[in-house]
């Protein structure tokens, strides 16, 4: 365990120690994946949800003094902008890197946002509150494009509806076949991805190519995207196996 993750578990044992305390809800910054697997790891006393605004997050923050994502919800710190070009019509092509770079270039640390989603060449992104009006006022361009920041209270419809589940043949249920089949990697390629420490389940880290998932199972493997593996459909007549996924794209 290194000194940064051993000082990340003693934060997370005040801050679970203080919503018990208090009996209140604490919520932490926002979560990388990796922050994310240590936490469950942990297996504190008291009650915690992860939650990051919108079903598939991946980054989240954690709220400690309830189970309930309902609750976190209704009491999370942090709000949704929509940056959007002030003009459309001569607006440079802008990706994730472009809005998380001009956001940063502001001054403001990793940990304070969320995911970044993109419609429609703009972003949707979710900040900490304490964060929100100062993006709003300072965030001029991003690239080379003029932009205006307005609060909004859900994504659109569309960035929030689940993938179409689709079919899949594996050579069985081991994770590093599932990742092989859906991101169209070899075996070998799938297990060194793993080994890398870049493969998360339900936000934990996975370190063994033979983990049998279970169902609903959220899985991220850095560089390459996110699906959720919903089970076996059934044996093809080769022996292989018919399961039935999310891509994420």
Do not use: W
Not at 34 to 56: C, D, I, N, Y
Not at 70 to 92: C, G, M, S
Not at 127 to 134: D, K, S
């Amino acid at each position: 365990m290194t000194d940064n993750d051993t000082a990340l578990r003693h934060r997370f044992e005040e801050l679970s120690d203080r919503a018990e305390t208090r009996h209140c809800l604490i919520f932490s910054d926002f979560l990388n994946l990796h922050e994310q697997s240590v936490l469950q790891k942990m297996r504190l006393p008291h009650r915690f949800v992860l939650f990051g605004g919108f079903t598939a997050a991946e980054r989240k923050t954690a709220c400690f003094g309830t189970t309930d994502e309902t609750e976190a919800y209704d009491n999370a710190p942090f709000i949704l902008l929509k940056i959007a070009p002030v003009q459309q019509k001569f607006a440079d092509p802008l990706t994730h890197r472009d809005f998380l770079g001009s956001i940063l270039a502001l001054g403001l640390r990793r940990e304070m946002l969320g995911d970044i989603i993109l419609a429609e060449n703009c972003g949707y992104v979710f900040c900490m509150e304490n964060v929100a009006e100062y993006i709003a006022d300072n965030l001029e361009r991003v690239r080379h494009t003029t932009v205006h920041s307005t609060q909004v209270q859900a994504l659109p419809q569309t960035l929030t509806e689940e993938p179409e589940p689709q079919s899949v043949v594996v050579a069985g249920e081991r994770l590093d076949a599932l990742l092989a089949a859906v991101f169209r990697l070899s075996r070998r390629e799938a297990q060194n991805l793993i080994a890398a420490e870049r493969v998360f389940a339900d936000s934990c880290i996975c370190t063994r190519p033979d983990l049998i998932l279970k169902g609903n199972c959220l899985v991220s493997a850095r560089g390459f995207g996110r699906f959720r593996y919903l089970g076996i459909d059934r044996a093809t007549k080769k022996g292989r196996l018919r399961v039935t996924v999310q891509i994420f794209k």
